[in-house]
Structures are given as C-alpha cells and as structure tokens.
C-alpha cells in the first residue's frame, strides 16, 4: 500500500505542477490519520463494531503505531470510538455527551447564557410536545402521566420536582421517536438542571407552583387527547412563564416584583 506521507507530497507536487497555489496546513500525521480512520468509520462500520488493531491500521495507512494510537486518543476524545482495555477499540453510538459538554461550559463562561439556553430549547420543546402528541404510544403517555403525577407529590421539594421535571421532558422528547430531538433537549435540560431549580425558587408562593404544575398537566392533557397544537400551546405558556421568572426581580421579602395580583394568583 503507498505510504501516506509520499501521497501528501505527490499531490502537494501535481497541484504545484498544474499551477494551482497550494495552502499549506499545521495538521500533525497524526491529525491527518485520525481524519482518515474517521472516514473509514463512517463508510464500513456500525457503532459497537471492533477496529482493526493498531497494527493492522498502521499497515493499512503507512504509518507508525504511535501515530495510530495518537490518533485514536483523538477520535476518542471526540466521542467517535471508544478504547477498551484489553479488548482494543470500538466504534461508539451517537449520543449527546460532546453537546453536554459544550452547554455546561457555556454555562459556565457566560454571563446571559441560561436565558439564551432557554430560548433556544422553547421552539425545541415547542416541536417536541407537538409530535409527542401525534407519535407517541400508549405505553408512552402512561409513563409521561406517572411523571407527572409524581411531580405533584413533590410540589414542595423542589430540588426533587426539578428533577422531575427534567425527566418529563426527556420523556416527551423520547414519545416524538426523533433521536436527534431527544439527544438536543437531553443535552441542555441537563446543563440547566440548576437553572430550572433557581426558576422554582423564585416562584416561591403555593400559587405558583401550582401553576407550574398546572401547565405540566395541561402539556400532558394535550399529549393524551392526540392534540398537537394544544400540546405546543401548553408548552408555550409554560417556557414563556420560565423566561419571566428567571428575569423578573425579586423583593427583599423573597417575591418578585413587577408583576400584578393577578400573575401572582396564577
């Protein structure tokens, strides 16, 4: 098999050689390896699937197996594959962990980003609520009902609700069968599991949970009657109420302010 690094220099040389202007690169071989084995991955293996051992693939690529194992620890930092101890390296099925990890450090770098989280997960859910209530199942509405029957125990523990409340919506995102949905709103819920439990918080009056309880009943209502667009309703009242919360000040007797009687019995 020709050696990588002399079919860089030929082409390098032919585009040279038809007066093309070549742009030179800082990638390392093994930067350049890594991109190829994820080609290869892309083309012939499914995830779970063995790679070939790192001898095998530094044959087949021309190159040493410290490149190859350096390129390796590249695409496993990335998610791509996955090294086993003594059982070599194996393709890895696409999750949300990488999406996981850049919201977190979102989170952590931003001062405004929990409101811009929550604005981009409200036309998500929005979706989300809309083709649960066309696709889910049976089996999947009684499990997002126990959900929500549970969150009315806890009404008054509010860590435990905000963790309720997370899995409602994860269980939501798992009834519109769209995997691409459920690994997006999986990844920013759990970013802003704190986010959501500082929003309860704020509505510290028996009233207002309630209603946040309420707008979870209404979203599982709609889900339950087959009604996509009283579902995205629901979900709407409910993300736009969040986004107040979160925004609105609160008083030195812990309420907040710059609402009305009224918003404040809701």
């Given amino acids: 098999m020709t050696d990588l690094r002399g079919s860089i220099r030929y082409a390098i040389a032919q585009k040279k050689v038809q007066g093309v202007r070549t742009t030179l690169t800082r990638e390392t071989l093994s ?6 084995l994820a080609d290869f991955i892309l ?15 530094a044959e087949r690529f021309g190159v040493s197996r410290p490149v190859v194992r350096e390129a390796l620890r590249s695409l496993a930092a990335q998610g791509v594959v996955e090294i086993i ?10 999750d949300d962990r990488l999406l996981r990890l850049f919201f977190q450090r979102a989170l952590q770098v931003g001062t405004d980003t929990s409101i811009e989280l929550m604005e981009v997960r409200k036309p998500l859910e929005v979706q989300s609520a809309t083709l649960a209530a066309e696709r889910r199942t049976d089996e999947e509405l009684a499990v997002i009902g126990s959900k929500v029957a549970a969150m009315r125990t ?6 435990a609700y905000a963790q309720l409340d997370v899995e409602f919506h994860l269980l939501v995102a798992l009834a519109t069968h769209n995997t691409t949905m ?3 709103i999986g990844s920013i819920r759990d970013s802003l599991r704190e986010t959501i439990e500082a929003g309860l918080r704020r509505r510290n009056t028996r009233a207002q949970l309630e209603r946040v309880q309420l707008l979870h009943e209404e979203i599982y209502n709609a889900i339950a009657a087959a009604d996509p667009i009283a579902a995205a309703s629901a979900m709407t009242r409910h993300f736009d109420e969040a986004v107040t919360a979160l925004i609105t000040p609160v008083g030195s007797d812990g309420s907040q302010t710059g609402r009305n009687d009224s918003d404040r019995a809701r």
């Fill in 31 to 36: 930067d350049q390896i890594a991109q190829h």
């Fill in 43 to 57: 083309e012939e293996l499914a995830p779970g699937s063995g790679l070939p051992s790192e001898a095998n693939l």
């Fill in 182 to 184: 459920c690994h997006l």
């Fill in 85 to 94: 101890g003594g059982k070599g390296t194996v393709v890895r099925p696409v």
């Fill in 154 to 159: 806890k009404i008054n523990h509010l860590e």
